[in-house]
């Protein structure tokens, strides 16, 4: 599975992004999706997952309420909403796929590039 996300950018706080991540190769609804994110000088850190049958979906404290993550696998994509911006949602996002239950540790078989996300105050 080959993973591209796209979407990133320059935002102000408060503002809105739509990330996206287009999957090729094999069954895309066989995979559970995740996005993942990187700050400078930080560990890759978990954001949001959904199972492979929609059904469930999990999210870090940090972001919830605020991010929304959903898949559309007729378009082998996985997106994440990402409203209300803070300044600490700077980061490198990256999607990510996985043959198992939903994880919130980056235990994912396929990984995407990342997208820059810059949020300024």
């Known amino acids: 599975v080959q993973l591209q996300a796209s979407g990133g950018g320059l935002v102000q706080a408060g503002g809105s992004l739509r990330l996206s991540c287009t999957a090729s190769g094999r069954t895309f609804s066989y995979y559970t999706l995740g996005w993942f994110r990187q700050a400078p000088g930080k560990e890759r850190e978990f954001v949001a997952t959904i199972s492979r049958d929609f059904v469930n979906t999990y999210y870090a404290d940090s972001v919830k309420g605020r991010f929304t993550i959903s898949r559309d696998n007729a378009r082998n994509t996985v997106y994440l909403q990402m409203n209300s911006l803070k300044p600490e949602d700077t980061a490198v996002y990256y999607c990510?796929?996985?043959?198992?239950?939903?994880?919130?540790?980056?235990?994912?078989?396929?990984w995407g590039q990342g997208t820059l996300v810059t949020v300024s105050s």
């Open positions: 990510a796929a996985r043959d198992g239950p939903i994880s919130t540790i980056p235990l994912y078989d396929y």
